[in-house]
């Protein structure tokens, strides 16, 4: 089962800054926070992950609180094209396997 | 540089046979994993190869079998194909096992069963 809890849908203006949570209150300190999406009809895109500290690339912002327990994507100037499912997924990724949830379906509005 | 590859796009198949899907990753990835995409299961784990061992397997019958080459190629195989076999199967690979550096996905087959 997916150790992640996510809002099943959000909506986003376009243009303005994106911020997806994600509980993982169980999350072990071994564990990493990974970050997808998946735009329609596409494979699972990688974003972002982070073990505890925020992470910064050019997609995306990871911001994970200080006990762990709660992380947020942020997606700082939001286009049509970011309309998509994105999953949080927590894995030790040593022996785990990426277990995907249901993810949050973002929808950017024009 | 050229993403995962997985072949065929489509594929229509009548209860009861076999199928074999196709993954090529991107050059110098180890690891490949296989997802099947349902639109009430959402996406569940089938398995994962690194370095032509399995390193981990999903909760799927026996019905569903992988293997990978030396040249990190995989294939997977279902065999006595059900209705409900009908998915998107994913395959994604990446550097390391477990896919610590994140996976690269393809773009999937697209299996029908009938």
């Known amino acids: 089962d997916a150790k992640t809890t996510q809002p099943p849908s959000m909506d986003c203006a376009e243009g303005r800054a994106a911020n997806l949570p994600c509980n993982h209150s169980?999350?072990?300190?071994?564990?990493?926070v990974y970050w997808y999406r998946q735009i329609h009809s596409q494979g699972p895109q990688y974003i972002i992950h982070?073990?505890?500290n925020n992470e910064t690339n050019e997609m995306a912002s990871l911001i994970i609180t200080e006990d762990r327990k709660s992380s947020t994507l942020i997606l700082p100037h939001a286009t049509l094209r970011d309309t998509a499912v994105y999953y949080c997924?927590?894995?030790?990724?040593?022996?785990?396997?990426?277990?995907f949830g249901k993810g949050t379906r973002l929808h950017i509005l024009p | 540089k050229a993403g995962v590859t997985q072949t065929p796009r489509y594929l229509i198949k009548t209860r009861g046979q076999q199928v074999t899907l196709s993954c090529s990753p991107i050059?110098?990835?180890?690891?490949v994993s296989w997802y099947q995409q349902t639109p009430g299961q959402g996406l569940q784990f089938l398995f994962e190869?690194?370095?032509?061992?399995?390193?981990n397997k999903g909760n799927f019958p026996g019905r569903f079998s992988g293997r990978q080459f030396s040249n990190s190629r995989s294939e997977m195989n279902v065999s006595t194909l059900e209705l409900g076999d009908s998915a998107l199967y994913l395959c994604?690979?990446?550097?390391?096992?477990?896919?610590?550096?994140?996976?690269?996905f393809g773009s999937g087959t697209r299996l029908t069963v009938v």
């Open positions: 994604a690979s990446s550097l390391a096992a477990g896919g610590r550096n994140g996976y690269t």
């Open positions: 169980t999350i072990s300190g071994n564990e990493y």
């Open positions: 982070g073990l505890k």
């Open positions: 997924i927590v894995s030790e990724n040593r022996d785990d396997k990426i277990i």
């Open positions: 050059s110098g990835h180890r690891s």
């Open positions: 190869y690194f370095s032509e061992t399995q390193r």
